[in-house]
């Protein structure tokens, strides 16, 4: 192996460490913490921190994008075989609803960044948004103002987070799979429909990595 690949493999170490330092501060709550402690966390030097972002406002972005990125693709892998827009955005809410109990750190980060989920150019929303225009353009949903269709799932996507951590004896399944048939409804899909969309089988989570190697 040359120089120059140990030197990138090392760099992008160093990058994942900060990284996963971040999110692990974001999931705490502790976004004003000084940048010396999040390099003691990740264990890199002052300098390197410097080598990778110029702020700590960058670094906290960066690990929140790539957070909604990961899971965003994870999700992908998941609705890849489903041909039906109102089948895809069930089981994309469904499991984004299983994912606070699945991976807490990751559904802590989704929370302390609420806005993100309708903000960023990666991550969900832009999948959220498809799913809505997919649904309309087939004729599977009917939505006067898509924008505001993608606004309310976020908030109701956030909503139920939030109850899932503050109510952690809830079942998260059931409390998903609840509000993903409010949403099909909402969206124009008729009432036993949704409910059967609502309650099909899920592939699991647990088949995919979400941590940031």
Do not use: W
Request: aromatic residues 4%; proline residues 5%; charged residues 25%.
């Amino acid at each position: 192996m040359s120089e120059v690949n140990r030197l990138e493999r090392r760099k992008a170490r160093t990058r994942a460490a900060l990284l996963g330092a971040a999110r692990t501060f974001i999931a705490e709550g502790r976004t004003n913490a000084p940048i010396l402690e999040i390099t003691q966390a990740a264990d890199v030097g002052m300098g390197s921190f410097y080598n990778h972002f110029a702020s700590k406002d960058e670094l906290f972005q960066a690990a929140v994008e790539d957070a909604l990125t990961v899971f965003g693709e994870a999700l992908d892998r998941l609705s890849g075989g489903l041909d039906d827009p109102a089948a895809a955005f069930a089981q994309s809410f469904r499991l984004t609803g299983r994912l606070h109990r699945r991976h807490p750190e990751l559904g802590k980060v989704l929370l302390h960044h609420g806005l993100s989920l309708t903000g960023p150019i990666k991550g969900l929303a832009p999948r959220a948004r498809e799913a809505i225009g997919c649904g309309v353009d087939e004729g599977r949903f009917i939505v006067a103002d898509p924008e505001l269709a993608l606004v309310v799932t976020a908030g109701a996507a956030l909503s139920l987070a939030q109850l899932l951590h503050d109510r952690p004896e809830r079942d998260d399944a059931a409390a998903a799979d609840q509000v993903a048939e409010d949403l099909l409804r909402m969206l124009g899909v008729p009432a036993g429909e949704a409910k059967e969309l609502a309650r099909l089988p899920l592939p699991s989570l647990d088949a995919f990595d979400l941590a940031q190697e």
